[in-house]
Nanobody
Framework: QVQLVESGGGSVQAGGSLRLSCVAS???????MGWFRQAPGKEREGVAV????????DYTDSAKGRFTISQDNDKNTLYLQMNSLKPEDSAMYYC??????????????????WGQGTQVTVSS
């Protein structure tokens, strides 16, 4: 079982940047890991996903070109660098993990492990 702890959220103005971190309690090597977000009154949305220890990554269309997912194997940490933030990016951001094979990793994976979330607020 993997426990996930997110950090790095905050309040920024539109156009600003934030970097979210997700630390896993155990090595998430060969796990599919992703960032999701949920705004009040809206469904949870997949933002970005990566296969930990591999090169695969994918993004939702609204994140492409602005967000970058990365990983630090030594620190068991997944990151989400968010640039050019917009008010519509405001949400609670969650980290998730699931043991998969590399080719199975994607935004549509049924993730079993979730963090408690970190709030991102972007003002106009």
């Amino acid at each position: 079982q993997v426990q996930l702890v997110e950090s790095g959220g905050g309040s920024v103005q539109a156009g600003g940047s934030l970097r979210l971190s997700c630390v896993a309690s155990a090595s998430p090597h060969r796990y599919c890991m992703g960032w999701f977000r949920q705004a009040p009154g809206k469904e949870r949305e997949g933002v970005a996903v990566a296969f930990f220890g591999g090169a695969y990554e994918d993004y939702t269309d609204s994140a492409k070109g602005r967000f970058t997912i990365s990983q630090d194997n030594d620190k068991n940490t997944l990151y989400l660098q968010m640039n050019s933030l917009k008010p519509e990016d405001s949400a609670m951001y969650y980290c998730a993990a699931e043991k998969t094979r590399g080719w199975e990793c994607g935004l549509g994976v049924n993730f079993s492990f979730w963090g408690q979330g970190t709030q991102v607020t972007v003002s106009s």
